[in-house]
């Protein structure tokens, strides 16, 4: 995992429908979307996953589902984020496959020693920073537990948590291999400015030519 990771909140983009803000988002560069519904109906959050396959397959960009492996299944998505509270990873795994892109969240250090010998795509690490649209976590990583766990980690990281353009170089100099947002894209007045700022500030922080 690479680059800046959508994480999607339909109450946050501004009465926008969700598919715009991921097409812009798209169009801006981003590396991964993951869509998150925690108060949706299973009929709409797989409605939402089927409305949004063919828009980021055709732009090479995988689809990961938070948190529900049947939706995952279901809409045929690329993956899905497992929470320390979600179906366990050795059960999704035998579900969603060897080729499926498994991402974990680990928000205390226990969690990422215990993560160690699992063949995890990427650790969410959640939260980074403290913020109101992530609220059911332990206490932030900090910029130092973040490079804490670059350094005893072996997977790729994923930080989330309060992460937007200010903030988003010194998250890659910790450590981080991708930044995931969500309100710096979802409630941008613009999406695709805000989502290519971010998309920039991550190619020129680890040298990638844009």
């Known amino acids: ?4 990771y959508l994480v ?9 429908p969700l598919a715009s803000i991921v097409a812009d988002a798209v169009r801006a560069g981003i590396a991964c979307v993951q869509l998150r519904e925690k108060t949706a109906s299973t009929r709409k959050f ?4 089927l409305a949004l396959k063919p828009v980021l397959a055709s732009a090479g960009i995988p689809l990961i589902i938070n948190d529900r492996v049947d939706i995952a299944l279901a809409a045929g998505a690329d993956g899905v984020h497992l929470g320390q509270s979600d179906m366990p990873y050795d059960a999704a795994r035998r579900l969603m496959g060897s080729n499926a892109i498994i991402g974990l969240s680990v928000e205390t250090w226990a969690d990422v020693e215990a993560a160690q010998n699992l063949d995890v795509a990427y650790l969410g690490v959640s939260p980074v920073f403290a913020t109101p649209t992530k609220t059911d976590t332990r206490s932030p990583w900090g910029l130092d537990g973040l490079a804490r766990i670059r350094a005893y980690s072996r997977h790729s990281l994923v930080a989330i948590g309060g992460l937007n353009a200010a903030n988003a170089k010194e ?12 309100s710096a894209i979802c409630s941008a007045e613009d999406p695709f400015t805000a989502a290519r700022n971010l998309v920039h500030c991550f190619d020129s922080s680890t040298d990638k030519e844009t």
Do not use: S
């Open 8 to 16: 999607t909140d339909q109450t946050l983009c501004l009465g926008r």
């Open 1 to 4: 995992m690479h680059g800046i």
């Open 46 to 49: 797989l409605n939402q996953a």
């Open 171 to 182: 998250i890659i100099r910790a450590g981080a291999d991708a930044v995931a947002v969500v």
